[in-house]
């Protein structure tokens, strides 16, 4: 799974990058000057406190915003030149999201959940079906296709979310704090199939996360502060790290 990339193009490419939002005529950057490139099979983390600019960053990442300064280069294609129907082809493509909060359609099955986006390619409905229920065995839930999101627990849940991330066979899979909802047991196991998937497929795994354990999983940690990169590091952090990112908080902490 690497979303048909010619070899060597990065998966996201960001150069120069900030992003200032407007807020009762006073100019707000919650970016400013970010570099940074994600390549196919990367596993990162994004870490940083509450405002530190990495929510932002990511929805940059997965082309929901577009930066207001700098160069964005998402799957080879240069935001800046694209139309809003082009962009969003190009997520649906590229990018799977998983966040804290599952966004499930609280009354469709699991298969119809995972197999939405596949409508926005012209899919049909056989087809997407066929799709989701293969992805959903994958993340092992292929006994619970037909249960809505009521009838399955936290972490089942997590697991149709990463599903639905997953079936457009995407570059790049961008997770915003995935295991905030979840307890220790469920968190540890949806970190460990992420991870899975990962090695497995080849997909780019972007964790964002508050949590010093659970960004130190990954093979490269991203620490941001006031809206700017602060390191950027294979290495585990030692306690200066820690520190300009806002130190740690417990597992299962939120934001």
Known sequence: MTGGLPAGVPAIEAVDVSRTYQLDGVSVPALRGVTLTVDPGDYLAVIGPSGSGKSTLMHLLGGLDRPTGGRLVIGGRDVGSLTPPELATLRNR????VFQAFHLL???????????PLVYRGMGARQRRERAAAMLGRVGLGHRLDHRPNQLSGGEQQRVAIARALVTDPTVLLADEPTGNLDTVNGQAVLALLEELNTESGVALVLVTHDNEVAGRARRRIAMRDGVVVSDSAAPPGPAEAAAAGGAEPVGGVR
């Open 106 to 116: 609280s009354r469709t099955s699991a298969v119809d959940n995972v197999a939405l």
């Open 94 to 97: 590229t990018i799977g999201f």
